[in-house]
């Protein structure tokens, strides 16, 4: 019994250490942006949640918090109104473990940092050439093996601007990715080039958030030219 009330001390000390508290302010031209869902990712997975208050301010608890770089997700929707917004590659922590996101500033350097993602009219790579079933599979076997989902997400978006290919090869191709910042980017990019673009509502299907499925059909099969 005294060994098991030890181990059970050891173990709740040792996530007590290595508990940490992420406190992320959310603002847009000087507006909080309140009762926003906000998820924070690292390396690709999820290590936290919660909603900002009336002060567009969440304090969220983590036992996986390494280094001080992180992506984070937002969502807000209250009837009619929605709104979606995503931050990968930009954001780094304070010393203590806070920052504060001013969603104006960061809107300007989505587009520049993410090509086609988010544009109203994202363009077709005039110079995509086919892929056959050996290449495309020796790709998707080398996304398999590499350990930085940063890693994954670039070969995928190199994938999606150098190829014609499928509705199935996209939806194959968006499933190696553990990040739906990066699926739903690949998506997107990848649709300008696909070859059955009737069929990609097979590859919207996959989108288990029904506001990124919206967003990607919006920017795929429901865009008007």
């Given at each position: 019994?005294?060994?098991?009330?030890?181990?059970?001390?050891?173990?709740?000390?040792?996530?007590?250490?290595?508990?940490?508290?992420?406190?992320?302010?959310?603002?847009?031209?000087?507006?909080?942006?309140?009762?926003?869902?906000?998820?924070?990712?690292?390396?690709?997975?999820?290590?936290?949640?919660?909603?900002?208050?009336?002060?567009?301010?969440?304090?969220?608890?983590?036992?996986?918090?390494?280094?001080?770089?992180?992506?984070?997700?937002?969502?807000?929707?209250s009837g009619g109104t929605k709104k979606e917004w995503s931050i990968k590659g930009k954001l780094k922590?304070?010393?203590?473990?806070?920052?504060?996101?001013?969603?104006?500033?960061?809107?300007?350097?989505?587009?520049?940092?993410?090509?086609?993602?988010?544009?109203?009219?994202?363009?077709?790579?005039?110079?995509?050439?086919?892929?056959?079933?050996?290449?495309?599979?020796?790709s998707i076997k080398e996304i398999d093996g590499m350990m930085s989902s940063f890693d994954k997400a670039?070969?995928?978006?190199?994938?999606?601007?150098?190829?014609?290919?499928?509705?199935?090869?996209?939806?194959?191709?968006?499933?190696?990715?553990?990040?739906?910042?990066?699926?739903?980017?690949?998506?997107?990019?990848?649709?300008?080039?696909?070859?059955?673009?009737?069929?990609?509502?097979?590859?919207?299907?996959?989108?288990?958030?029904?506001?990124?499925?919206?967003?990607?059909?919006?920017?795929?099969?429901?865009?008007?030219?």
């Amino acid at each position: 019994m005294k060994t098991f009330l030890f181990s059970f001390f050891a173990a709740f000390l040792t996530i007590a250490l290595h508990a940490q508290t992420i406190k992320i302010k959310v603002t847009e031209n000087g507006t909080a942006m309140a009762y926003h869902n906000v998820k924070v990712f690292q390396n690709g997975s999820q290590i936290g949640s919660g909603q900002t208050d009336n002060g567009g301010n969440v304090s969220i608890e983590t036992s996986g918090l390494y280094g001080k770089n992180i992506d984070v997700e937002g969502k807000y929707q209250s009837g009619g109104t929605k709104k979606e917004w995503s931050i990968k590659g930009k954001l780094k922590l304070d010393n203590s473990n806070s920052i504060h996101i001013k969603l104006e500033e960061i809107g300007k350097d989505i587009n520049k940092d993410f090509g086609n993602f988010g544009k109203s009219n994202p363009t077709p790579n005039a110079n995509a050439s086919s892929v056959s079933k050996t290449d495309f599979q020796r790709s998707i076997k080398e996304i398999d093996g590499m350990m930085s989902s940063f890693d994954k997400a670039g070969k995928a978006k190199r994938m999606a601007a150098e190829y014609k290919m499928s509705s199935a090869q996209i939806k194959e191709l968006i499933s190696k990715l553990p990040s739906s910042f990066d699926q739903k980017d690949v998506a997107i990019a990848a649709y300008q080039n696909c070859t059955d673009k009737n069929n990609f509502s097979t590859v919207t299907e996959t989108f288990m958030s029904s506001i990124t499925k919206r967003a990607v059909e919006d920017a795929t099969i429901n865009k008007k030219d």
